[in-house]
């Protein structure tokens, strides 16, 4: 399934999570890189993952949210386009 960028968090380890999130806003997938990972291999507009890797979004609002951010995210960028 195709996934869109939707949200970037940093924390104070360095560590940075990615939150890519179906078009629907209804399926989410997040993963955490280094800082220094992302320098070598940078953060993508989209991924495709199988749906066994995916989350269910449960509050409504993070669901329009997401399905807002991903379509803006697809309107506006490649899939495989760093961001």
């Keep these: 399934m195709r996934l869109w960028l ?3 968090e940093y924390d104070a380890r360095q560590t940075v999570s990615l ?3 179906s078009e629907d ?3 989410y997938y997040r993963r955490q890189a280094s800082v ?8 993508t507009a989209a991924v495709d993952r199988p749906e066994s890797d995916l989350e269910a979004v449960e509050s409504d609002g ?3 949210r997401y399905a807002a951010e991903a379509r ?3 309107e506006r960028y490649d899939p495989d386009e760093e961001v």
């Design 6 to 8: 939707v949200e970037r």
């Design 62 to 64: 993070t669901k329009e």
């Design 72 to 74: 803006r995210m697809a």
């Design 25 to 27: 806003g209804e399926r």
């Design 19 to 21: 939150t890519y999130a």
């Design 36 to 43: 220094e990972l992302l320098g070598r291999n940078p953060a």
